[in-house]
């Protein structure tokens, strides 16, 4: 045998390797600890554009901290777990902007444990260690999905979390087990809590997850072996969701809704959506017609077609309802499902296509590598990033120079308008009191530790519905009013929808360059 068929033989079985639990995790589990410790070691946490996201997260755990309630102390249609995170950070760092990436680190973990679990049961090692990877290493991040990976940000990570989670949910509804004798109740379990976490995270991922759940009820043979558990699985996670105790959290949902932030238009879905991903589409596309060619000869059932087709469609869907500039995450999940079905294909399965189907995670997670080193890289002092030094929000920096992003202000004008307004009450001349931002965002109240005013929605949409006065006011002790908003007129319209209440309630009491300060008369 020569030398390279030697070591292409062992390329083979290193690729039919079967899955050690143990192994696996010591695989996947030690380079992800080494990029969380990437995401958590520098002293500053930098922010290079849609701070705005980070601050809303922050302000939403804040209000859980005080004792609020979501979806009816304060108003967002996503879920409270993205808020339930950073509080867990709260508890473990301190009141600042790295308890977000404590949160972060908890929500990998959680992906971790599922992903090596269902991918333990049904891919061989080297597989199922990409899997992992794949799946974990985006959450971590520090950008955006379909981002360069420089791009730092910590805005919308709960859509990290929601890919991650329903292409964990996919390959465990259509990849059988390898073991037809396994443990199927520990996929029962796994499946419950992904379909629940989808749903505290975001409405859409759980949606489509009900909808694979659906599907693999009709096609999946390991899934239809139980179909009476896992109808009731899934009756239980629709039973949750329309539950009284999720009557608000429905509430808050249909009024993002009426806002118009569900994207149905045909151009989203077209031009974005599809020829914006007209590469990866190709390429699942290719996925596609193998797992349908695999059908036709009898090599696979008719589940991995169908599976396939769905899996793009969900993806194209998943991505029009993001604020996201490319990226199909939940697509990938196709390759792993050809990958298990090509292996008892001998002829078909040659090492190189194995290898190949396993490029574009592997990718992905390079990728996702990358951008946590360059963060770890960029994450310094410096003469170009502002650095704030003071309140809840210290050790938080952003760069000195740069563009807008999009219509917003650049984020250092933001951060020196929100330092100003913080100094209007930190000279002790102005008793602590519960500040309402008539602006998208209110961080206020976190930064300085004030309580935070009941009512208002937590990110605040220029299409949403008025909500009365009396809501977003009757529980705050001062009014700011920034004379530049992070969304260009969106302040002047709230003043001006609220300029009755304030002229009976809240007299002007102080006017700088950037601000105007309204605080509560005296109660009758």
């Not at 949606?207 to 096609?219: D, S, V």
């Not at 050790?395 to 120079?401: D, H, I």
């Amino acid at each position: 045998m020569t030398g390279l068929a030697a070591l292409e033989q062992q390329i083979a079985l290193a690729l039919r390797r079967p899955a050690s639990l143990w192994l696996l995790m010591l695989l996947a589990g030690l380079p992800l600890a080494f990029a969380a410790w990437l995401l958590l070691a520098p002293e500053i946490m930098v922010s290079q554009q849609s701070v705005t996201d980070l601050l809303f997260n922050l302000a939403g755990a804040w209000q859980l901290q005080h004792g609020r309630v979501q979806h009816v102390d304060f108003h967002e249609a996503v879920g409270a777990l993205n808020f339930w995170l950073t509080l867990a950070g709260f508890h473990l760092t301190g009141f600042s902007p790295r308890a977000f990436l404590v949160g972060v680190v908890l929500m990998t973990a959680a992906l971790f444990v599922f992903a090596v679990i269902v991918a333990w049961r049904r891919l061989p090692l080297l597989a199922a260690t990409t899997f992992v990877l794949f799946i974990c290493l985006p959450a971590l991040m520090p950008t955006n999905v379909g981002h360069i990976p420089d791009s730092f940000t910590f805005a919308m990570a709960y859509n990290r979390y929601g890919w991650g989670a329903i292409g964990i949910l996919c390959l465990m509804l259509f990849v059988p087990p390898q073991d037809a004798t396994a443990q199927r109740s520990i996929d029962l379990a796994c499946g419950l809590l992904l379909l629940l976490l989808m749903y505290y995270v975001k409405i859409t991922y759980f949606l489509t997850g009900l909808g694979a759940l659906a599907l693999a009820l009709c096609i999946s043979e390991h899934i239809r072996a139980q179909r009476g558990l896992w109808l009731l699985l899934g009756l239980l996670a629709i039973g949750n969701a329309l539950a009284p105790h999720s009557h608000a959290y429905l509430a808050d949902i249909g009024w993002a809704l009426q806002s118009g932030l569900a994207n149905t238009g045909l151009s989203r879905i077209l031009l974005q959506g599809i020829l914006g991903n007209n590469i990866e589409l190709a390429a699942y596309g290719v996925g596609f017609i193998a797992a349908f060619s695999l059908w036709r000869q009898r090599l696979a059932p008719l589940r991995l077609p169908l599976a396939a087709l769905f899996l793009i469609v969900a993806s194209v869907a998943l991505f029009t309802q993001n604020t996201q500039i490319r990226g199909l995450p939940l697509g990938m999940v196709l390759l792993f499902m050809l990958y298990a079905a090509l292996l008892p294909q001998r002829a078909l399965s040659s090492p190189a296509a194995l290898l190949a189907l396993l490029l574009l995670p592997a990718m992905t997670i390079l990728a996702s590598a990358g951008s946590l080193a360059a963060y770890f890289h960029s994450a310094v002092p410096s003469a170009n990033l502002l650095i704030v030094e003071s309140t809840n929000i210290r050790q938080l920096a952003v760069p000195k120079r740069g563009a807008a992003h999009g219509a917003l202000r650049p984020q250092t004008i933001y951060f020196d308008s929100l330092l100003q307004a913080a100094s209007l009450f930190s000279n002790g001349q102005r008793r602590p009191g519960r500040i309402q931002l008539l602006d998208r965002v209110n961080p206020l109240p976190f930064m300085l530790g004030f309580e935070p005013p009941r009512g208002a929605d937590l990110f605040w949409e220029p299409t949403a519905p008025p909500r009365a006065a009396e809501t977003v006011l009757g529980d705050a002790d001062y009014v700011l009013l920034p004379k530049a908003s992070t969304a260009p007129g969106f302040s002047e319209a709230l003043h001006l929808r609220y300029a009755p209440y304030l002229a009976q309630h809240f007299p002007q009491r102080e006017e700088t360059a950037l601000w105007i300060l309204y605080s509560r008369a005296p109660r009758p």
